[in-house]
């Protein structure tokens, strides 16, 4: 009979032959300070519009209603960490994609290697259930008492080799846990680079990152049109930022690590324009996999029009005058915001004039404020 410090054993390499690059074990009790961090977060109201996460806190703090008997879990790290494929040729590829979404959605990417390690698992007579980021469970609590990295000022954990650009998941089984926490040392020192490099100063003094702030909460997870605030600072971002994590010197300290997340050029560098002229389900078709489909078509479509309005380029204004005739009201008007950040030229003011007509009200007044020069300026 194999004892369980051989069984987890076994398990800790099978995941690291799998591909995935660390991997360590926790116990499944969920220490009071996290929760409460967790609360904490909610109560400031910092989780934006992610009404779900409330209604989670439950859950979050008792591993056992994700999986019941959970005694300890083996906490998986994959750096996307990637070289930047090339930009393909042709299309209006001006936007920035998070790293993580270059390859296809981690959850689905994942998938079949987690399954394979449930299989392994029970070949040893482990009960165990495998989830990434669907789970609901506090992942980087998990990973920093694994000690797999500490949780930086970004609050992202951080890992010595492997840098910041890191995705998590996890395996929960019924083993015993190990005897001994060795809860990560935080390396971040007196550094503040990712606190002074966001561009929307979204990272709170005591580490949280408020979500009310964030790009990437903005181009990912929020709907409806973006704050006025952040759409100059919003730069190229098209989907997700990693802005707090490409600066963090442990990032550059990292090598490039086999990865289980293969780049697409076509997900690290889009072609603008079928955000603007798929249909919904076009768009679910041809984005099915990837992290796009998670902002959904319009979302995209919304993102693209302020990156095209900040890039300032003449070239683009066709597409901008599409976009003020699309379905969705947060596009016409992320358009008409971005067309008043053009010189004022009769085709842009005849179109924008024509916004003045809208049935939405927003896209009205965005329309006024754009023919007004309000924008111009930002
Ligand atoms: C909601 C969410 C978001 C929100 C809010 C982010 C945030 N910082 O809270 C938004 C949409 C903004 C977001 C953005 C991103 N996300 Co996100 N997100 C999540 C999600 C679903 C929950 C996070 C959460 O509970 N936040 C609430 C805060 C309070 O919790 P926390 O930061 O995790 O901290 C806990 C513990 O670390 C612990 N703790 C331990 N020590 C200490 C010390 C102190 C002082 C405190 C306060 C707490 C604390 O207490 C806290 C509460 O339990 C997780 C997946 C999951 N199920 O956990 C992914 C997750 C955190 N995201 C991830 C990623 C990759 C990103 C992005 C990089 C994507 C991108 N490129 O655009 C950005 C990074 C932004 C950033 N700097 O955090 C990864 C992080 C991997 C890693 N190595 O850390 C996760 C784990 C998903 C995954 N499975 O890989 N995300």
Same mark, same amino acid.
């Given at each position: /009979?194999?004892?369980?410090?051989?069984?987890?054993?076994?398990?800790?390499?099978?995941?690291? #032959?799998?591909?995935?690059?660390?991997?360590?074990?926790? $116990?499944?009790?969920?220490?009071?300070?996290? +929760?409460?961090?967790?609360?904490?977060?909610?109560?400031?109201? /910092?989780? #934006?519009?992610?009404?779900?996460?409330?209604?989670?806190?439950?859950?979050?703090?008792?591993?056992?209603?994700?999986?019941? $008997?959970?005694?300890?879990?083996?906490?998986?790290?994959?750096?996307?960490?990637?070289?930047?494929?090339? *930009?393909?040729?042709?299309?209006?590829?001006?936007?920035?994609?998070?790293? !993580?979404?270059?390859?296809?959605?981690?959850?689905?990417?994942?998938?079949?290697?987690?399954?394979?390690?449930?299989?392994?698992?029970?070949?040893?007579?482990?009960?165990?259930?495998? !989830?990434?980021?669907? $789970?609901? /469970?506090?992942?980087?609590?998990?990973?920093?008492?694994?000690?797999?990295?500490?949780?930086?000022?970004?609050?992202?954990? +951080?890992?010595?080799?492997?840098?910041?650009?890191?995705?998590?998941?996890?395996?929960?089984? %019924?083993?015993?846990?190990?005897?001994?926490?060795?809860?990560?040392? %935080?390396?971040?020192?007196?550094?503040?680079?990712?606190?002074?490099?966001?561009?929307?100063?979204?990272?709170?003094?005591?580490?949280?990152?408020?979500?009310?702030?964030?790009?990437? !909460? !903005?181009?990912?997870?929020?709907?409806?049109? *973006?704050?006025?605030?952040?759409?100059?600072?919003?730069?190229?971002?098209?989907?997700?930022?990693?802005?707090?994590? %490409?600066?963090?010197?442990?990032?550059?300290?990292?090598?490039?690590?086999?990865?289980?997340?293969?780049?697409?050029?076509?997900?690290?560098?889009?072609?603008?324009?079928?955000?603007?002229?798929?249909?919904?389900?076009?768009?679910?078709?041809?984005?099915? $996999?990837?992290?796009?489909?998670? #902002?959904?078509?319009?979302?995209?479509?919304?993102?693209?029009?302020?990156?095209?309005?900040?890039?300032?380029?003449?070239?683009?204004?066709?597409? &901008?005058?599409?976009?003020?005739?699309?379905?969705?009201?947060?596009?016409?008007?992320?358009?008409?915001?971005?067309?008043?950040?053009?010189?004022?030229?009769?085709? +842009?003011?005849?179109? &924008?004039?024509?916004?003045?007509? %809208?049935?939405?009200?927003?896209?009205?007044?965005?329309?006024?404020?754009?023919?007004?020069?309000?924008?111009?300026? &930002?």
């Amino acid at each position: /009979m194999p004892t369980t410090d051989q069984e987890r054993d076994h398990l800790q390499k099978t995941v690291l #032959a799998l591909g995935f690059d660390a991997a360590a074990w926790v $116990g499944a009790a969920v220490p009071a300070r996290d +929760i409460a961090a967790f609360q904490t977060w909610l109560e400031a109201g /910092m989780h #934006a519009g992610m009404d779900y996460l409330p209604r989670s806190v439950a859950r979050r703090s008792d591993l056992g209603s994700s999986f019941a $008997g959970t005694k300890s879990v083996l906490v998986l790290m994959v750096s996307h960490n990637h070289a930047e494929p090339e *930009i393909p040729t042709g299309g209006t590829r001006v936007g920035r994609v998070a790293r !993580y979404a270059w390859s296809r959605d981690y959850h689905t990417a994942l998938k079949p290697f987690l399954e394979e390690l449930e299989r392994a698992s029970l070949a040893l007579g482990v009960r165990a259930k495998a !989830y990434v980021d669907h $789970g609901l /469970m506090l992942e980087r609590s998990l990973a920093s008492r694994a000690g797999l990295g500490w949780r930086g000022r970004s609050s992202q954990i +951080i890992s010595q080799s492997l840098g910041a650009l890191t995705t998590l998941a996890v395996l929960l089984t %019924d083993l015993e846990p190990p005897e001994s926490e060795l809860e990560h040392l %935080d390396r971040c020192g007196t550094c503040t680079a990712c606190v002074k490099d966001c561009p929307t100063n979204a990272i709170t003094p005591d580490r949280f990152v408020d979500a009310r702030r964030c790009l990437s !909460y !903005y181009t990912i997870e929020h709907r409806g049109s *973006i704050p006025l605030e952040f759409r100059a600072s919003l730069g190229n971002h098209l989907f997700g930022c990693d802005d707090c994590l %490409d600066v963090c010197p442990w990032t550059n300290h990292a090598g490039r690590f086999s990865s289980l997340l293969t780049p697409e050029p076509e997900l690290a560098h889009p072609d603008l324009e079928p955000f603007f002229t798929l249909s919904s389900n076009h768009f679910e078709k041809r984005f099915a $996999g990837t992290a796009f489909s998670r #902002a959904r078509r319009k979302g995209m479509a919304r993102n693209a029009a302020l990156v095209l309005g900040n890039a300032r380029d003449s070239s683009f204004t066709g597409l &901008l005058e599409l976009g003020l005739h699309d379905i969705g009201a947060e596009v016409r008007e992320s358009c008409a915001w971005a067309l008043g950040r053009f010189k004022p030229e009769i085709r +842009i003011e005849t179109a &924008l004039t024509r916004a003045l007509q %809208d049935s939405d009200p927003n896209v009205v007044s965005t329309a006024r404020a754009a023919l007004n020069g309000e924008f111009s300026t &930002l």
